[in-house]
T-cell receptor
Framework: EAGVTQFPSHSVIEKGQTVTLRCDPI?????LYWYRRVMGKEIKFLLH????????ESGMPNNRFLAERTGGTYSTLKVQPAELEDSGVYFC?????????????FGSGTRLTVV | AQSVSQHNHHVILSEAASLELGCNYS??????LFWYVQYPGQHLQLLLK??????LVKGIKGFEAEFIKSKFSFNLRKPSVQWSDTAEYFC????????????FGTGTRLKVLA
């Protein structure tokens, strides 16, 4: 089966610009997650979708981040306007059961650099 | 707040050496525990998981981990590492029913010298 696909793999933008990250989960996985890793630190939860609904967005840093999941398929994460501290690797993952039994399938991540 | 500690940030071993990576978590309730690995240039992959039963779990590529509830630990082990085990290893905890988010440790970079 195809894995979780993230696009772009790298993005370099200037402070104040807007960036949109995209994630295509495994087909049939209702659960989709966004995580972020700032350099040298732990991977931190951002939010969790079940189909098109936001189940938990407690990890979203602030209102400059907007996540959507249109029709319960792919998801986008928009950062507007980007700040320097937004730099990091953004991971998307999907699961069929919520992740507690089968674990997640991760994408390769998007490395975002804000300069 | 719940947290996961990985004590070793960088580990360098020679091939055939034994490996143990520490992982401790700070949540007192029921947990599910995971080890993920990220090989250079690849995505995070599940190595092994524990959610109930035998506290000694075996994963892929000869890895195993032991859940010691009294110590809040879930250490990863491999008796004899190979050069291809060079990667970054992440311990993660999920609080079980009712929540699906993981709390990750900071990761351990393992370099195996040929």
């Amino acid at each position: 089966e195809a894995g979780v696909t993230q696009f772009p793999s790298h993005s370099v933008i200037e402070k104040g610009q807007t960036v949109t990250l995209r994630c295509d989960p495994i087909s049939g996985h209702d659960n989709l997650y966004w995580y972020r890793r700032v350099m040298g630190k732990e991977i931190k939860f951002l939010l969790h979708f079940v189909k098109e609904s936001k189940q938990d967005e407690s990890g979203m840093p602030n209102n400059r981040f907007l996540a959507e999941r249109t029709g319960g398929t792919y998801s986008t994460l928009k950062v507007q306007p980007a700040e320097l501290e937004d730099s990091g690797v953004y991971f998307c993952a999907s699961s069929q059961d919520g992740g507690s039994v089968y674990g997640y399938t991760f994408g390769s991540g998007t490395r975002l650099t804000v300069v | 707040a719940q947290s996961v500690s990985q004590h070793n940030h960088h580990v360098i071993l020679s091939e055939a050496a034994s490996l143990e990576l520490g992982c401790n978590y700070s949540y007192g309730g029921t947990v599910n525990l995971f080890w993920y690995v990220q090989y250079p240039g690849q995505h995070l992959q599940l190595l092994l998981k524990y959610f109930s039963g035998d506290p000694l779990v075996k994963g892929i590529k000869g890895f195993e981990a032991e859940f010691i509830k009294s110590k809040f630990s879930f250490n990863l082990r491999k008796p004899s590492v190979q050069w291809s085990d060079t990667a970054e290893y992440f311990c993660a905890v999920n609080k079980g029913s009712g929540t699906y988010k993981y709390i990750f440790g900071t990761g351990t970079r393992l370099k195996v010298l040929a």
